[in-house]
Every structure is written in C-alpha cells, then in structure tokens.
C-alpha cells in the first residue's frame, strides 16, 4: 500500500510522566477515511496532534519514533510547521469561528499565506463552502458574522477554512461532538465526498459513526494500537476480544 501517512514505533509521553502513546504502528494510504477510535485516554487526540505537530506547543514532552508524510519525517528539522499545518489540516471538535464575516473567516487563512488576489480567493471560498456542504446555505449572506451561524452550520465552516488552503489531509477530531442528528448527517455526508480528494483521519464520536464512515479502522486501548482493519474486520468480525466488547458495548 502507497502511503500517504507513515507511524513508525511512535511513543510519546507527557510532561507529568503519563505515557500517552506506546510504540504506535500505522500506515494510511491516500484519500483513505482512517478512524482512530478506542475509549477515553486510549491516546487518539494526542495522535492526531502528533501528526502535524502541534504537541510542540506542549512543553516538557518526550517523543520516539517517527511520523512520514508523503515519505518525509514531520519532525526533522528542515519541516517548515507552518506550511506543515497548511497540509495536514484540523478541524476541532468545538468550532471556532474567527471574529468577522463568514467571508472573512475563510480568506484570513489564506491572505495569511500570502494570497492576495481577490478572484482566487473567491474561488476558494465558494468551493471549500460547496465542498462543506454550507455554500448553498450561507452563499447570500457571506458578510453575515460567523458567528451567526448554527453550531452544524459553524462546524462546516471551520470544516471549509481548512479546505480553503487546499490541504493533503484533514484531521478531525470529533467534529460531530456536539452537533444534532440532521447536522451530523451532512457533515457525514461530506466526508465521503471529500475522501474522493483527500485523506482523512477521524476520532469519531461514537462506535456507531465510526462504523458508519470507515474506509479502516485502529482502536486504540491505553496508548496502543489493539487492532487494525477494515470496517468489515474492525466492527463485524474483530479479531481482538477487546476490540469486540468494545464495538459490542461490553467493555469495561
């Protein structure tokens, strides 16, 4: 499998001596929708930083191990993080829209990175919207505040400024957290669109949506990759029993 995304014998422990991470093995491939899912404290978020490097704002850290994107190690010295985070983007799981326009929310990220052309930017607003599934939505009143918006609608939107900078990958974690039912549908619903242009790695809200939206699967238990497979392997025929009781709802 070419891959897009490597995780070599990667650990990482926290400043207070919690080991958040143990010897984590993964390989996503190209517009693949790769689930990390598992109980509190099984070290999915703590991945998902990992990966374009914003534990390095974390002080007091310890890392081992390697994370290859596109074949090149995130953490050598030559990584500009900027750029890094322009490509391997995230989405949180409580929305966060800037102050200002919906318009402005998603042409700060890129006048940030140097674009100033005002047709281009328009061209990126419009797709990223369409691709959020919100353009339709929100396309008369750009100029609205953001923070207007519905908590689904918000999430969308934090969903597109990230695709504005037309990223290889987007993380997201558990983007639907607090969306209602019908929010969470069309957020669904666009990763399944956007998978066919990129490659996503989700911590999920539930077993259920992890089950709904996985091209392949890694449960994590207390900073260790139990197992990994597709969705027929991880959520219909896991081969772990840990992985079972806890797709089953009988763990713990």
């Not at 919906?102 to 990126?124: P, T």
């Not at 797709?127 to 918006?149: I, Y």
Request: glycine letters at 6%; a neutral charge; aromatic letters at 6%.
């Amino acid at each position: 499998m070419t891959a897009k995304i490597s995780i070599n014998d990667l650990s990482f422990t926290y400043a207070d001596g919690v080991q958040a991470l143990r010897n984590v093995n993964i390989t996503i491939a190209p517009n693949e929708l790769f689930v990390l899912f598992g109980p509190s404290r099984a070290g999915k978020t703590t991945l998902l930083r990992l990966l374009n490097r914003l534990a390095d704002l974390l002080d007091g850290t310890q890392r081992t191990g390697e994370i290859l994107f596109n074949g090149r190690d995130v953490f050598a010295t030559a990584v500009d993080v900027a750029n890094l985070r322009r490509r391997i983007a995230m989405v949180f799981a409580v929305p966060t829209p800037l102050p200002g326009s919906i318009y402005d929310n998603l042409a700060y990220g890129l006048q940030m990175a140097g674009i100033r052309d005002r047709r281009i930017i328009d061209e990126r607003v419009e797709r990223s919207l369409r691709q959020a599934a919100l353009w339709d939505e929100v396309k008369d009143r750009l100029q609205d505040s953001a923070f207007a918006l519905s908590g689904g609608q918000k999430q969308r939107m934090c969903l597109a400024r990230s695709l504005a900078l037309e990223p290889e990958v987007i993380l997201l974690d558990n983007p639907t957290s607090g969306l209602d039912p019908i929010s969470t549908a069309m957020v669904e619903e666009s990763l399944f669109e956007l998978r066919q242009q990129y490659t996503i790695i989700m911590v999920p809200h539930s077993v259920q949506q992890a089950s709904r939206v996985a091209d392949r699967a890694a449960f994590l238990l207390n900073g260790e990759v139990v197992e990994i497979g597709t969705q027929q392997q991880i959520f219909i025929q896991p081969r772990d029993k840990r992985t079972e009781d806890y797709v089953t709802g009988r763990f713990g």
